[in-house]
């Protein structure tokens, strides 16, 4: 075969050792194509044209079968639609069949070089299906995900026919967007509800590597993703892949290309960096960038977070922002990538002026931005400001504000169930730190015992003096004891 005739990468092609293998398997098993005649799930004239796709010297080499299909694109592919077709409509699904077929397919789309031929397997099959070829797919796809059962020896089978379907379907919907039917964004929707449901959450990291290629590639339509973004559980599942610190890097950078897409919108944007539970964001990007080996992941960090200046709703929403960026160390990390050589001159432009910017700003940044911003992504720390007591009688007077509400924030901390079920260190943290802060309170307003006698903030500090955290119980005991000496 002509090396100029197929592609050396393909433009989306499913990546893995697991699906490999998969793959590798059906194209080599024996084919018993008269079998399929005999169960009236194929015809004897479709028979001999894709039984020629398949006898091929190299089974194991799709390419082998690429050279035959590019022969003559427009009668293999309707022979291989028609079949596809007769079958999505077969109350008997045959799913070796139909694994047969879905392979062929796959190969065709994935490694033949399109740009070489007039009419691609793509654009034959919106000739042939009158610019709408999904039914069958959508058939074939509903059909073998309401059949999975763990239980059931078939499950493998409608695990590789529902990926190579959803392959397809999402090859199709992103190849020729302009064409697309006003019905196919009901497809998408469908298509993001298997990803969501059967890919993405997986407690099976293959299953979550293929989704998040399908996402990547319909996340590349701007159209695709309101549908996507109006989900907010997809987005946190998402998230939760991305920050899972066990994947693999591909994986890493797959997710946050994909998140990288939505941050193109400006409430996606917003809602990242002013939500609570999307408070690692930020400091996820600037480490991701400051780790990364491969430049790609470099700058796709960088743009998100470039992304998020971008797209903020006003200037005071835009100052927020960089405030977040300098207190997660980002000047720092900024400058140190600045000093690394990079070969992308969009890169260079984006990370000096990020560092122009983050620069100009550092001189506003104070004492209390730094410890509001703990208490708003809940990590609290022991920066200086806790044990500077000047701290407190400078700022005594924000606690106060709105019938004490930075108070309450604070205390809200002491048992937040979201902390504790995710990282019981920084809850540990949290507690003691949050025991101290209130016991400076006490030092410079003690009018505030009121206010915590009110919430009912004093038991819980006593309760904690039973604390398995050695430090959480001295400072709870420390507290406890101002409160009770106040008190008399």
């Known amino acids: 075969m002509s090396s100029t005739q197929v592609l050396n990468h393909s433009p989306f092609r499913l990546e893995g050792d697991f699906i490999s293998q998969l793959l590798t398997n059906i194209r080599t098993r024996s084919i018993s194509w008269t079998s399929f005649v005999k169960a009236g799930c194929l015809s004897n004239e479709n028979m001999s044209v894709l039984k020629s796709i398949t006898s091929v010297n190299d089974q194991e080499d799709p390419l082998s079968r690429v050279d035959v299909l590019i022969k003559d694109i427009p009668t293999y592919s309707k022979v291989l639609f028609d079949s596809i077709l007769e079958l999505s409509n077969n109350n008997t699904k045959n799913l070796d069949l139909t694994k047969i077929l879905l392979v062929i397919l796959y190969d065709g789309l994935t490694y ?188 796709l960090s960088i743009s998100i977070l470039i992304n998020f200046l971008n797209t903020s709703i006003n200037s005071t929403n835009k100052n927020e922002i960089i405030k977040k960026f300098l207190l997660t160390n980002g000047l720092t990390i900024i400058k140190n990538l600045i000093e690394r050589k990079w070969s992308d001159d969009e890169l260079k432009e984006d990370l000096n002026s990020l560092y122009e910017l983050l620069n100009d700003s550092i001189k506003s940044l104070t004492n209390f931005d730094e410890y509001e911003n703990e208490i708003k992504t ?46 019981l260190t920084q809850l540990y943290i949290n507690q003691s730190i949050i025991c101290y802060d209130l016991s400076m309170i006490i030092k410079v307003a003690p009018e505030v015992i009121k206010i915590i006698n009110t919430m009912g903030t004093k038991t819980q500090i006593m309760t904690l003096m039973n604390s398995p955290n050695s430090n959480v119980k001295y400072e709870a005991l420390r507290t406890t004891q101002l409160l009770v000496a106040n008190s008399l």
């Not at 059931?152 to 064409?179: C, R, W, Y």
């Not at 987005?235 to 899972?244: F, G, H, P, T, V």
Request: hydrophobic share 40%; proline share 3%; aromatic share 12%.
């Open 112 to 299: 033949i070089n399109s740009e070489l031929f007039e009419s691609t397997i793509t654009d034959e099959f919106f000739k042939i299906s009158k610019g709408n070829p999904y039914p069958p797919f959508i058939e074939i796809l509903n059909s073998t995900t309401s059949n999975s059962n763990n239980d059931d020896e078939n499950n493998q089978d409608n695990f590789i026919i529902s990926i190579l379907t959803a392959h397809i379907l999402t090859s199709l919907l992103t190849t020729v967007p302009a064409q697309q039917p006003a019905s196919s964004l009901d497809l998408v929707s469908l298509l993001f509800k298997y990803i969501q449901i059967n890919l993405i959450t997986s407690n099976k990291l293959q299953y979550r590597f293929l989704g998040i290629q399908l996402l990547k590639e319909l996340l590349s339509i701007k159209s695709f993703r309101n549908i996507y973004i109006s989900h907010t559980e997809y987005l946190d599942s998402l998230i939760n892949i991305m920050l899972d610190k066990n994947i693999e890097l591909q994986m890493r950078y797959l997710s946050i290309y994909c998140l990288w897409t939505l941050t193109f919108d400006s409430k996606t944007s917003q809602l990242l960096t002013t939500n609570a539970k999307y408070s690692e964001i930020i400091p996820s990007m600037f480490k991701f960038a400051n780790d990364a080996v491969k430049e790609k992941v470099v700058r």
């Open 378 to 423: 809940k990590h609290l720390l022991w920066s200086p400001c806790h044990k500077n007591t000047e701290f407190w009688y400078d700022n005594i007077d924000k606690f106060k504000e709105n019938n004490w509400k930075l108070l309450k924030s604070l205390v809200s901390l002491l048992s937040d169930s979201s902390i504790g079920d995710s990282n």
